[in-house]
C-alpha cells in the first residue's frame, strides 16, 4: 500500500521527482540535482555568547523587557521563561526562552524538556487547538537570535494540522497516523524511536523534513513525554548539523484541548532544515508559513488602497 504517489521526469543532468500525498493532497517536487548548485553555503555556527547587551531575552533583561500572564508571574521551568508574545498573531500566543545563554553551542534534552514545558503549560487550559514551535537562526525566521519556541493556540486548527485531522476522520481506525507508522516501519524512511515513531517524510513540506508521531492526541497528556521528546529533537537537531545544515523550523500539532475518548489524529512533530545565515537570506517566511501552511502578514487588504493613496 502506498500512501502516495511519484511522477518522474528526465531533465538534463538530473530526475525530478512530483510527489502527491493521497490523504491530504500536498504535493512537492524533489530535484537533487538543484543541492549541487551550492546555494546553502557558508555552513558555520552561530558565534557562542553566555550575554549579549541588546538581547531582551538575556537573562539581565528578560523579566524587565517582557509581561507576565494575567497573574503577574512568568512560568520558569529549569532555564526556561514563559511569557506572552508582545506582538501575536494568534488567539493565545506565547514565547519560551529555552536557555539562559544568549547561544549555545548545542542543547541539552533538559533544556529542551523544561522549554517544552513551559510552553505546554502556558497553552493546556485554552479551549482550541494548540501547536508549538521553534523558529531557530534569521534564516528560519527567528528575529532574535537567543533560541525560544512560540507556542500558539486557536479555535479552529492550522492549516497542516487540519488535513491531517480531516484525514484522520476519514480513517476506519479514527488515527492516519496509525496507517503511516505500518507504512513507514522498518522501511528505508524510518529513522527511530520506539516511544515517538521518526521517519523522513516521504512527501516533505521542507528540506530533510522528520516527521515524530506521538502516542498522545492532547496537549494535557504532552508532559509524560517531553523527556523523550527533548531527547530526540536534540538527536535531530545533531543529525542536520551532519549534514552542514544549522537553521530549522519546528512544529508540534496536537488535537483539540479537552477533546474527550479517542477521536482525531495523534499529535505529531515536523522539523524542516532551512538555509543557513547569509548576508542575503533574511526571511518572512517561517513556521507558520512552511509549517503550519498560513502565511501571516502585516497589512489589511482594505488599507492597501489608502497607503498607496488611491
Known sequence: MSLFSTTEIHVPDSVISYRTEFATGLSCRISPFRGTRGINTGAAPPSYNYEDPTCPFCRSRIFSSTRGFSDGDWITKGESVTFPNLYPFADRHTVTVITEAHMVESFTSDQLSDALIGSAQSLQDYPGYPSIHWNFLPSAGASLLHPHLQGIADR?????????????????????WEIV??????????????????????????????????????????????????????RIIS???????????????????????????????????????????ISDSAFMERICREPVVMTLPEDICKKAGL
Request: negative net charge; glycine residues 10%.
Open 156 to 176: 479552529k486548527p492550522a492549516s497542516l494540522c487540519k488535513l491531517y485531522l480531516e484525514a484522520s476522520a476519514r480513517t476506519a481506525s479514527g488515527d492516519y
Open 181 to 234: 507508522v505500518d507504512e513507514e516501519a522498518g522501511g528505508p524512511r524510518h529513522l527511530f524511536g520506539e516511544e515517538i515513531f521518526w521517519y523522513a517524510n516521504p512527501v516533505p513540506i521542507g528540506e530533510c523534513e522528520i516527521r515524530g508521531i506521538l502516542p498522545i492526541r492532547r496537549i494535557d497528556e504532552f508532559f509524560s513525554l517531553t523527556e523523550s521528546l527533548g531527547r530526540d529533537i536534540a
Open 239 to 281: 543529525l542536520y548539523r551532519s549534514f552542514g545544515s544549522y537553521a530549522f523550523n519546528m512544529g508540534i500539532f496536537f488535537q483539540k484541548t479537552c477533546t474527550s475518548g479517542f477521536d482525531g489524529m495523534c499529535a505529531f512533530c515536523t522539523m524542516i532544515a532551512r538555509i543557513n545565515p547569509n548576508s542575503g537570506s
